[in-house]
């Protein structure tokens, strides 16, 4: 069980770096009015 939460834990991390990306793209895009979409 401990190597299924490791394997879930590695792309986990992925995803929340590109939320991450998102959200500050999303904040400097407010300024630019850039569609979400393009991320």
Not at 5 to 10: E, G, L, Q
């Amino acid at each position: 069980m401990t190597g299924v939460k490791i394997s879930d834990f590695r792309p986990t991390i992925n995803e929340i770096k590109r939320i991450l990306k998102m959200f500050l793209y999303s904040i400097r895009a407010t300024d630019r009015e850039w569609p979400i979409m393009k991320i």
